[in-house]
């Protein structure tokens, strides 16, 4: 399953979406102007980055779908705390992994329209004289955008040099389950001992 999501994902029709384009291209400056904030300090950083997140992206939808058919053995309270950790998980790969890109742009390129709510919007972080300079690296990206149940659009997944987040944490997810007796309060706790460290190795 996790296979033909990525392929269809992949060989999507090219068609224009402006709005999605346009709603990820706003998105990312307002995120960018948390992370590069002089003013916050490292807590108010992420708690302000965390309500970005929470607003761009459909932070329950996502991690149900990384339980993969664990999601119907679990019961609601454990899948409201996985909810919960995954959140703090998140949160803290994809600031991680944007403040990689701290002093580049980002440009939006082009999207693939797979249906009338269903955008998959491709960019690029480059160094802002990219073209100026041969030996520095840009950066493909891309975006998963859907619409919410108001209709706004809202991010389900993003994509970083071919790999989407998401399904990857489901693959990953999956194997931890298996050899775990299927326990998703076990992979809870781990999900917030891997923020923890990540949090701790962005710190020092």
Known sequence: MVTALGTSLMSAPAHASVES??????????????????TLTDDERSAQFREFMLALTDM?????F???????????AEIEDFVD????????????????????TLTVSRSNDRAADDSVVTAI???????ADPNSLSINVAFRVR???????IVIDMQVEGIWLAVNQRADFTSFLQQNNGSVPSLSASLRR????????DET
Not at 98 to 104: D, I
């Open 85 to 104: 950790a995954f959140i703090t998980y998140a949160t803290a790969v994809y600031e991680d992994r944007l403040t990689t890109y701290a002093g580049q």
């Open 60 to 64: 329950r939808r996502i991690a149900r």
């Open 125 to 131: 972080f480059a160094t802002p004289d990219n073209d």
């Open 147 to 153: 619409e919410d149940t108001n209709g706004d659009p």
């Open 66 to 76: 990384t339980l993969g058919p664990y999601v119907n053995r679990a019961s609601d």
């Open 194 to 201: 891997q923020a923890e460290t990540i949090r701790s190795s």
């Open 21 to 38: 384009e346009a709603f990820i291209q706003s998105s990312m400056e307002d995120g960018y102007e948390i992370l590069n904030s002089t």
